[in-house]
Each structure stands twice: as C-alpha cells, then as structure tokens.
C-alpha cells in the first residue's frame, strides 16, 4: 500500500535529498487563475457574487450569508455537553498556551536621555478563515480566534463555508465553538471568495475589511491568500496536512502506524511519512498499517492518501541520516519516537511542531495539547512558524530623546546625511540647536 524509499548506501547532497522527498503534487499558483476571478467578482458584485459561489461550489444558496447573533449563542447552547465540555477544555488549554506567546515590553537605554521601546501592537481587525469540506472543524475556531484575542485583536470576523445539510447555513458545531468564545460576526462564505471578502470588505454585509486573515484551507484558498497577501497580512498558504514520525527500533510499530493514520484520515492529499534507520520497524509498521488502514471508518480515503505519492517509509543508513532526512522534509507534524527524544531533539532544526515520546501523539496537539494547529505544510516550516498570538501582533520601536542626547549625535547625525547627500535630515537636527 504505502511505498518505500530506501536511501541506505547513499550519500546525498541537500539537492539530492530534497529532491526525493514525497510531496502531493499541490502547488497554489496553478489555482491562481481561478481564486483571482473568484475575488474580482466579490469585489465587484459583493453578496450577490459570494451566494452564487456558494450555490456553485457547496450546493447551497445561503438564505442570509451573515449569521445572527442570536444564531450564534443559540448554537453554542445546543452543543452536546460533552463537545461543549471539550471545547471549553481546549479553549482554556490554547489560552495558557497562546499567552506564552505574547513578548514583554522592553525598554533599551543608549545613553542618558536616549531610549528606544520596543512594543507589541495588535492589529486592529482580522478575519478568520474555517474550512467545511470533508470534515466539520470546531478545533480550528478555537486554534484561530484564542490566539487573536490573547493578542488584543478588537474585532474579529469568522467565516466557514455554507453547509448544504444545514439550509445553507455555517455547521452548528463551528457556530457553537464561535458563540463560546463570544464571536458574533460570523459568515456563511468559504473558499477564495471568502478570502476576498475579508480583504476588500463587502458593505451591503456590514463586513469591513481585515488586516490579517488566518486559517487553513484548500489549494484555492491558498492561492487567493496569496493573491491578496500585501494588501493585508497573512498566516500562511497552509495545505494539505502532513506528519513526519522520526523514530527507531524503540518505537512501536503499532502505535507508529496509528499516528500516521491519524493525518492520513484527513485528505487524498494528506501525507503520512516514517523515517528510520530500522529496517525491522519499517516491516512491522508497514504490516500494522495495512491492519489498521482496513478497520478505519475513512478506509478509502486513506487508502489513497498512503498509496499516493506523498506517502513512504524512508529507509536510511543512520540515526543521523534520519535527522537530516527530517530538517529537509521540514514537517508540519513531527513525531520524535527514539530512544532519548529529547537528545534527538537537539539536532532537529526544521518542524511546524515537535511532538516528543510515545504519549505525545499529534492528535493530542489537533485538539488538547495547548499548542496551536494551523502550521506550516509543504516544506514552509524551513521559514515560517505555526499560528500564534505572535501572528496578531507588530513589534514597534518608539524611540525618546532629549535635548543633550540628541546634541551628543548631532555631529554624526549631519556626517552621514552629508555623505549621502541628503542635507536636510542633517538640517532637521542642526535646526534644533
């Protein structure tokens, strides 16, 4: 079922090595096209443009594409006691979590009467993206909006495409995990319209345009994020999901192969990948796999996703081999099941996020853990880091002089503006004195 690549014998080049890692073939570029005519007709034809999208790609016309309040909260009060027990869990769990995330002021004195503040700002507005396609994802509205408030986010607006099963409106599940966190602007919009609409605003909705958008989402999502990235901030083009287990003859094979299911059952796309230096456990997780993959309640669907190409077990020569395999992959999920996973840590440079031993599994960090789930996919861990209070916030410098410390820089100040023929930032420090 799932492919093996075994790289023993070889000694590769980072080139090399990168160029035989399994990766889905998902590049959001070749959506462009279409996510940019999708967000020129928000643009131009506004709510009447986002409920024709809806009809066209959900099946459904929502009867009103912004959700009331009241909606909201009555959602929230018709969740399951136990989904709304769990909620809550997650929702207090990703709050601790999130505010370890928020940088201290900090004050540098340069000299007497000079300093420069280095301060953390919120953005004003954001607009938080939940995607309602092959699974229903209250998780995501937790892992989006904590964050955004922790940061001091003023006004947040939601938006999870129209569900068909619910006359065209949000899921009550997601509406219920926004009522929870007091969101009352929430959206039945998805895809790349969506993306345009917090963009651009569309004002028959009363929806004012963002300054940051969030959230994971299909290729046509990433392709419209990264259409509108400049004209607002983004997270990150997040795809398909992605787990790397790092593991050796410790390891156990059935609990391996269970983990790599556990990503497997998200997407046709999602990618399941084990690295090791064991050739034993290549074999025993290869035979658990095909065990468990039979008795999974989505069997087809992870059929595909571990018999396509982005799916392996990677066979190489050493532990170390393992490692440089891992910070080339540069997953999203990293599964660290070795002897010492803290030693191996050490030599780990690339992840969205890390997950250490065998009682740390990745679903664990999906709803529980206290650390966010929007990460980095397709190799972007290399760059960018995963969701965070961080993600809401501008570090800005403020910068306090006074009339003696700017004369001890006066001199300086004026030499290097006359030597880059610029005379009047020499001017506008000369002309206080």
């Known amino acids: 079922m799932i492919q093996l690549i075994d790289l023993r014998g070889r000694v590769l080049s980072r080139a090399e090595l990168l160029s035989l890692i399994p990766r889905a073939e998902l590049d959001p570029s070749s959506a462009g096209q279409a996510a940019g005519e999708l967000i020129a007709a928000v643009r131009e034809r506004g709510a009447s443009a986002l409920s024709d999208q809806a009809e066209r790609f959900d099946g ?59 301060r953390w700002q919120p953005v004003g507005r954001v607009g938080l993206y939940v995607p309602g396609g092959k699974a229903v994802y209250p998780s995501s509205v937790v892992m989006n909006v904590v964050p955004a408030q922790i940061a001091g986010v003023g006004s947040i607006a939601l938006a999870s495409p129209a569900q068909k099963e619910f006359d065209g409106g949000v899921h009550p599940v997601i509406l219920g995990a926004a009522g929870l966190l007091g969101i009352d602007e929430v959206y039945a919009i998805g895809g790349a319209g969506a993306i345009g609409a917090f963009a651009y605003g569309v004002p028959e909705l009363g929806l004012e345009p963002v300054d940051v958008i969030t959230g994971p989402g299909n290729v046509y999502v990433a392709a419209a994020k990264r259409l509108v990235s400049g004209r607002v901030g983004i997270d990150s ?134 650390s966010n789930h929007v990460l980095p996919t397709g190799g972007t861990a290399r760059f960018a880091s995963g969701l965070g209070a961080h993600t809401f916030l501008r570090p800005q410098q403020v910068i306090e002089y006074d009339r003696s410390a700017l004369l001890d820089v006066r001199d300086r100040v004026v030499a290097l503006a006359t030597t880059e023929g610029l005379h009047a930032h020499g001017d506008a420090v000369t002309a206080r004195f």
């Open 60 to 118: 459904v016309r929502p009867g009103e594409l912004r959700v009331a309040p009241e909606a909201i909260r009555a959602a929230a009060d018709a969740l399951d006691p136990a989904v709304r027990e769990a909620l809550e869990a997650a929702i207090e769990r990703v709050r601790q979590g999130s505010r370890g995330q928020v940088p201290a002021s900090t004050t540098t004195t340069l000299a007497d009467g000079a300093t420069v503040v280095q």
């Open 237 to 370: 083009e997040a795809g398909v999901t992605e787990i790397l287990v790092l593991a050796d003859e410790t390891a156990d094979p059935r609990l391996v192969a269970a983990d790599l299911l556990s990503q497997a059952e998200h997407d046709e796309l999602a990618a399941a990948v084990l690295v090791t230096d064991s050739a034993e456990l290549i074999e025993a997780v290869r035979i658990e796999l095909d065990k468990q993959a039979a008795t999974t309640n989505l069997a087809e669907r992870v059929a595909v996703s571990l018999s396509a190409r982005q799916s392996a077990l990677v066979l190489v020569d050493t532990a170390e081999a393992a490692v440089d395999f891992t910070n080339a992959y540069s997953p999203e999920h990293l599964e660290i099941v070795t002897r010492d996973p803290r030693v191996t840590l050490e030599t780990v440079e690339n992840a969205g996020a890390i997950f250490l031993g065998p009682w740390t599994p990745v679903s664990l960090g999906d709803y529980l853990a206290g």
